[in-house]
C-alpha cells in the first residue's frame, strides 16, 4: 500500500512540473507578443503623429503670407536678386534633432516645426534655431520645437510640446529620410515647404525631392517603420 501511495505522488509531483513548465512557456510567449505588439502600437502613433505634423508645417507653409522672412534695409542689388531669387521659399520645416546636455540631460530624437528667414545673400540658413517663427500646436497652444532649452527663444522654453519627444514617448531611437534625391543625403534630416506648397531637401543649396522620398522610424526593439511622403507633399 505504501508502495502504491509513493507511486501516486510521484506521478502527480511529475505532473505538476511539467504542467509549471507549459505554463511559463505561455507566459513567454505571451510577454514576447506583448512586446511586439507595445512596439508596432507606438510606431504606429508615431507615424500617425509625423503625418499630421508634416501636413501642418505643409499647411504654415502655404498659409504664410509674407514675401521673405527678411526686411532688407537698403540690400546691395546683388543681395536684393539673389533674395528675390527665393522670395518664394516661407521655408516653413520640420527638423529632427538628438538632444543631450547637461541642462536636460538625455532626450533623445526629437523634432521642431519652424520658420526662418534666408541669409542676407538669399541662401538658406539650416541651423535650428536663432530668429525663427516657431509653430504653436493648435489644440493645446505650445511651441512646437523641442530644440536645446537655452536655443529655444525664451517664449517657448517653458511651453515645448511634450509630445516632440518622440524617443521618450513611442521609442523612436532614429529617424532618417530617404530622399532618392540627387544632392541630398541621409545627414539632411529636414524638410522644408514654400509658400506653394512644394517640398524640398538639402541644405544650404534646396532641392524639390522626389515623391519616392521616404520618412524612414527606426524603434528601439530594431523595428523599422517605413512613411511614403507621396500622400504628404
Avoid at 499630421?52 to 526686411?71: E, G, I, W
Avoid at 535650428?128 to 493645446?140: F, R
Wanted: charged residues 20%; glycine residues 4%; positive net charge.
Amino acid at each position: 500500500m505504501g508502495n502504491i501511495i509513493f507511486i501516486k505522488k510521484t506521478t502527480l509531483s511529475a505532473l505538476s512540473m511539467i504542467e509549471f513548465l507549459f505554463i511559463l512557456i505561455i507566459i513567454c510567449i505571451l510577454a514576447s507578443l506583448a512586446v511586439v505588439t507595445h512596439s508596432d502600437y507606438s510606431l504606429q502613433r508615431a507615424k500617425q503623429q509625423l503625418q499630421q505634423d508634416l501636413k501642418l508645417t505643409k499647411s504654415l507653409a502655404l498659409s504664410d503670407k509674407r514675401n521673405l522672412l527678411r526686411d532688407f534695409n537698403k540690400p546691395f542689388r546683388a543681395q536684393q536678386q539673389a533674395a528675390l531669387q527665393y522670395q518664394h521659399l516661407q521655408l516653413w520645416r520640420l527638423q529632427f534633432h538628438t538632444i543631450s546636455n547637461k541642462v536636460e540631460g538625455y532626450i533623445g530624437t526629437t523634432y521642431s516645426i519652424f520658420a526662418k528667414r534666408p541669409r542676407r545673400d538669399g541662401s538658406i540658413d539650416n541651423k535650428p534655431m536663432g530668429y525663427v517663427s516657431i509653430a504653436k500646436n493648435p489644440l493645446n497652444g505650445k511651441c512646437m520645437s523641442w530644440y536645446n532649452y537655452g536655443d529655444v527663444p525664451k517664449e517657448c522654453r517653458d511651453i515645448r510640446d511634450e509630445r516632440l519627444k518622440i524617443e521618450q514617448l513611442y521609442g523612436i531611437t532614429d529617424v532618417y529620410f530617404e530622399w532618392h534625391t540627387q544632392g541630398c543625403k541621409k545627414v539632411h534630416k529636414t524638410i522644408f515647404y514654400d509658400s506653394f506648397g512644394q517640398a524640398y531637401c538639402g541644405s544650404s543649396s534646396l532641392q524639390p525631392i522626389s515623391k519616392n522620398a521616404i520618412l524612414v522610424l527606426q524603434h528601439k526593439k530594431y523595428k523599422t517603420f517605413r512613411i511614403k511622403l507621396v500622400d504628404i507633399l
